[in-house]
């Protein structure tokens, strides 16, 4: 079974331009997440997906993310304009369901940004 | 709120000697308890998990007791390998709930 891929893996940007990753889910995963893993940090949830409604983008900074999952299959994630504090892993992950027991979450690679 | 706590790392050990890695964690109710392992250029892969008070998670030689008078959920092995050289993420959910929070991560250098 194919696991979680993203692209691109590294990202390298000037503060102010735009940038968008792209991932492609586990065949069949209903729920997909999106989080931003800072530096020594934990991964901190940006937005949750199922299907193809948004269920939690409480922590998504709206002014500057987007993030959009047409047809419940791929989604991308952009930032316009990128700050220097964006620099980050930006790691997607994807679940059967959210409900209990279906919720096991399995993770791509990641996308390595770095703003300049 | 809800929060995680681990020991700073980075922890180095030398093969074969016994690993703890420390986790609390604050939360209402009863969460589930995740720990989750990173390995160098990959995504987060769930090593362990617990459900409810005293489970014990167990994988790949890794155990972990879910404690609730103590609010922990410490991570151990009887005997690293160099190959166990990752960084490790506690984390928990709240029953009925839809988001995994984690804690900052400890990186754990396994030397042969």
């Known amino acids: 079974e194919a696991g979680v891929a993203q692209s691109p893996r590294y990202k390298i940007i000037e503060k102010r331009q735009s940038v968008a990753f792209w991932c492609n889910p586990i065949s069949g995963h209903a729920t997909l997440y999106w989080y931003q893993q800072i530096l020594g940090q934990g991964p901190k949830l940006l937005i949750q997906f199922q299907n193809n409604g948004v269920v939690d983008d409480s922590q998504l900074p709206k002014d500057r993310f987007s993030a959009e999952r047409l047809k419940g299959v791929d989604s991308t994630l952009k930032i316009q304009p990128a700050k220097l504090e964006d620099s980050a892993v930006y790691l997607c992950?994807?679940?059967?369901?959210?409900?209990?027991?279906?919720?096991?979450?399995?993770f791509g690679p990641g996308t390595r940004l770095t703003v300049t | 709120g809800n929060s995680v706590t681990q020991m700073e790392g980075p922890v180095t050990l030398s093969e074969e000697a016994f690993l703890t890695i420390n986790c609390t964690y604050t939360a209402t109710g009863y969460p589930s308890l995740f720990w989750y392992v990173q390995y160098p250029g990959e995504g987060l892969q769930l090593l362990l998990k617990a459900t409810k008070a005293d489970d014990k998670g167990s994988n790949k030689g890794f155990e972990a007791t879910y404690r609730k008078e103590t609010t922990s959920f410490h991570l151990e092995k009887g005997s690293v390998q160099v190959s166990d050289s990752a960084v490790y993420f506690c984390a928990l959910k709240k029953t009925g709930g839809f988001k995994t929070i984690f804690g900052a991560g400890t990186r754990l250098f396994v030397k042969a």
């Open positions: 992950a994807s679940s059967l369901d959210r409900r209990e027991g279906l919720y096991e979450q399995y």
